[in-house]
């Protein structure tokens, strides 16, 4: 219902749907953990009728490399000495609320952007929130410390960074109408489709191209243009200057 149901406003909805899309993929983590590890399996007791299933008294762990109950990070524990599964998850379940308190900020916050310039920004914050999910998933298993990231892990931070900036600052140069977007680029969430009215209530043309069905910003709104074509007078046609 949340994913196929129609909520208002569409930045709260998206805000929703997007999180429980994070929260799900952060749970790769959960699976990793309980997957035994190369120890536990060379520990493993051989003897049919061992009262442990496979042998393992215990399967499964939080840390990547070390054994767990390590050296750890104040309040959370996450391993200092390895890599630990419990960033990613972390991450990926609070990702849910941020984007929550971030859609609720963007509804009932002041009306400096368009509805779907409100709901690109929840768009570009999910990308960011499962792309920052998935880098940590990739540092835990590489054995590394979450507070001792490598070349590698620096430069994906980064890029993932800069591309949510970039993104970002495009939403607000769109709300100013430095540029416009034509229709066949806007994603149908964002709404490509959207009845006549919503330009009229925008009440200003298309800032930069006249041509029908750009999604631009004014005035706080977004709008599509549907404005009808211009056709040249050609000599000899009716009603054209003679």
Do not use: K
């Amino acid at each position: 219902m949340l994913l196929r149901g129609r909520v208002e406003p569409p930045a709260l909805a998206w805000s929703l749907r997007l999180g429980m899309v994070v929260v799900t993929v952060s749970t790769v983590a959960v699976y990793l953990m309980v997957q035994s590890t190369p120890a536990q399996e060379t520990a493993a007791d051989p003897r049919p009728d061992s009262p442990y299933l496979g042998g393992m008294p215990y399967i499964g762990a939080h840390t990547v490399g070390p054994p767990d109950g390590g050296p750890g990070m104040v309040v959370t524990n996450f391993s200092t000495v390895g890599g630990d599964w419990r960033v990613a998850h972390f991450v990926g379940v609070h990702s849910l609320q941020a984007l929550i308190l971030l859609g609720l900020l963007l509804t009932l916050g002041p009306r400096i952007l368009g509805p779907r310039h409100r709901t690109a920004l929840v768009w570009i914050a999910a990308a960011f929130c499962l792309g920052l999910t998935g880098i940590l998933t990739w540092q835990a298993h590489r054995g590394q410390p979450f507070t001792s990231p490598d070349a590698a892990t620096g430069l994906a931070l980064t890029a993932l960074a800069v591309a949510t900036t970039v993104s970002t600052a495009a939403v607000f140069l769109l709300r100013a109408g430095v540029f416009c977007v034509p229709p066949a680029r806007i994603p149908r969430a964002l709404g490509a489709t959207v009845p006549d009215t919503d330009h009229g209530a925008a009440g200003l043309p298309c800032p930069r191209l006249r041509e029908p069905g750009h999604w631009c910003g004014g005035a706080g709104r977004v709008g599509v243009t549907r404005q009808s074509p211009v056709r040249r007078a050609v000599p000899g046609d009716p009603g054209s200057p003679s």
